[in-house]
């Protein structure tokens, strides 16, 4: 069945406007630097709440990681304006720091990166040790790449019907879509892909790129986002992981199994020494949270309860997409028209046919994403599109966008304006002329400017903070919802810290 055949079945039992209906949210991730550009050594804003219980902003890896997460919204704009008012708040509490506004980071200079601390609590502790872990496993550095998470949940009416919970529907559903997501994972890198270069500075402890733009700066000439290459969170340590996503069921399995089966070279790394925690555990995966996915499954957030049980007892609840990279010329990091065209990838998921996925196709699809990480703008770049066969990305990249404009057609109905066409013409123009692709225009930067990596972005960097520092919430209420928010996340803190349980305790319980 062809996309259109799908479509029209779909508006047989729905009403069009549904399409609208998908709950979009966001989390962003940025390293806090001294005016000069070398990471922030200082420790979280207290101005900013808990890092451990704000529901808006919270730290990553790094002490000097902020991650701003938005609330879901139906609207795209919305979201935008949410997470443009937590920059406003940040901005206002971080002094004369500013945000780092590219996924690759920025001047590391020897020891700098502090690893998040997130108080003495049990559920602290387990944040930061595994923090710990994470940087024995992998080096602190890597860790410091930073990039969007776009959170996706269908209309519940797609599975609720009569008032009952359609679960076992919306679990296979959304398997599927995740598959097929999969599939597709390279065109979004190749068109909001923002990370062609990197500092020097940036060691990761394996290959480098390949050409010197500069005295301080590394590039590929091809590339589009190293963030997604083995330089950046694709760790080749995880490169055996098999983790099935023909099912929930086998990926619960798959996964679990994951964080139980030691490996040989976390062994060495040991638990403990001289007293103290080097990590969780030594299998394979501290927790499901360090398999590096492109789209992940999530569950309903509970507390005290790791995911993959949430996901057991109560299913998928939303999509979390994993390969946007920061957009350094977009203040907030990430653009509508991003956001529209990535909710269209998603319901072109949906709707197409999505067959179990093979270990054949799986290593293809990773493939296909490091090609595309490192020479997506090769105009002689071919992908892998079925068995033994290889197609251009062009070719490969129009027929995608000829049915996400199907897609956007009805998406844009009963609208005055076209948003979501816009966004697909706008991707057709990248695939047509690589050059004005994110990070076709970063590279461009750097060679109209005479600059290297540091320096373009330090500016970018200035200039946002100029735009946030002089800019007022969007609406009146928001200043009101912050200042809660800040107060109720220094309370459950204080409350968690209360509690008397052992962490060892505490961490064989949430392991079990």
Same mark, same amino acid.
């Given at each position: ?48 709440g808990a890092a451990l219980t704000h529901p808006y902003v919270t730290t990553d890896y790094a002490e000097a990681m902020l991650e701003l ?117 390279w065109l979004p890198c190749y068109l909001f892909g923002a990370s062609p270069a990197m500092c020097r500075s940036y060691r990761p402890g ?74 969780? +555990?030594? +299998?394979? @995966? ?24 949430? @996901? ?23 653009? +509508? ?16 046919? +999505? ?25 002689g770049l071919k992908l892998a599109s079925g068995p033994g066969e290889r197609r251009r990305l062009a070719d490969l990249a129009g027929e ?113």
């Open positions: 069945m062809t996309l259109r055949q799908s479509l029209r079945a779909f508006f047989d039992e729905h009403p069009p406007e549904l399409l609208r209906e998908g709950r979009k949210g966001l989390e962003k991730e940025s390293l806090r630097i001294d005016p000069e550009g070398p990471l922030a050594r200082t420790p979280h804003p207290p101005a900013l997460i938005t609330p879901p919204f139906t609207d795209p704009e919305v979201v935008l304006g949410f997470l443009d008012d937590l920059h406003v708040l940040v901005h206002r509490h971080i002094g004369d720091e500013l945000l780092w506004p590219a996924s690759m980071p920025c001047i590391l200079r020897p020891g700098a990166v502090r690893i998040a601390e997130y108080g003495p609590s049990p559920q602290g502790l387990l944040r930061h040790v595994y923090r710990i872990g994470l940087g024995h496993r992998y080096g602190r550095l890597m860790q410091t790449v930073a990039g969007v998470h776009f959170n996706y949940s269908f209309p519940e009416a797609l599975w609720t019907r009569d008032g009952e919970d359609g679960g076992e529907e919306r679990n296979r559903r959304l398997m599927d879509v995740l598959r097929n997501s999969v599939r597709v994972a394996h290959a480098l790129p390949s050409a010197p733009w500069s005295e301080t700066t590394r590039y590929e000439p091809y590339a589009t986002t190293l963030r997604m290459s083995d330089l950046g969170y694709q760790n080749r340590g995880q490169s055996p992981l098999r983790i099935d996503l023909n099912s929930l069921s086998s990926y619960i399995t798959t996964l679990t199994d994951a964080t139980r089966t030691p490996d040989p070279a976390y062994e060495r790394i040991g638990v403990h020494r001289h007293g103290r925690r080097r990590q969780l +555990s030594t +299998s394979v @995966l501290q927790t499901e949270n360090e398999y590096y996915a492109y789209v992940r499954p999530k569950p309903r957030k509970v507390a005290d309860e790791r995911p993959l049980r949430s @996901l057991a007892r109560d299913g998928i609840r939303y999509l979390e997409v994993r390969v946007l990279d920061l957009d350094p010329e977009a203040s907030s990091g990430v653009r +509508s028209a991003t956001l529209r065209l990535i909710e269209l990838l998603l319901w072109r998921c949906f709707f197409l046919p +999505s067959p179990l996925l093979t270990a054949c196709e799986s290593f293809d699809a990773h493939a296909n994403v490091r090609l595309v990480a490192y020479r997506g703008r090769d105009p995608i966008l000829d049915d996400l404009e199907i897609l956007a057609e009805a998406l844009d109905a009963n609208r005055p304006d076209t948003p979501y066409a816009a966004a697909v013409a706008e991707a057709r123009a990248r695939v047509a002329d690589p050059e004005i692709t994110p990070s076709g225009r970063f590279l461009r930067a750097l060679e109209t400017r005479g600059s290297g990596f540091a320096e373009y972005v330090l500016e970018r960097a200035r200039e946002h903070a100029h735009r946030y520092r002089s800019a007022s919430y969007s609406t009146p209420e928001r200043e009101e919802i912050f200042e809660e928010a800040r107060r109720k996340s220094l309370e459950e803190r204080s409350r968690l810290e209360q509690n008397r349980e052992s962490f060892e305790d505490y961490l064989a319980r949430y392991l079990a």
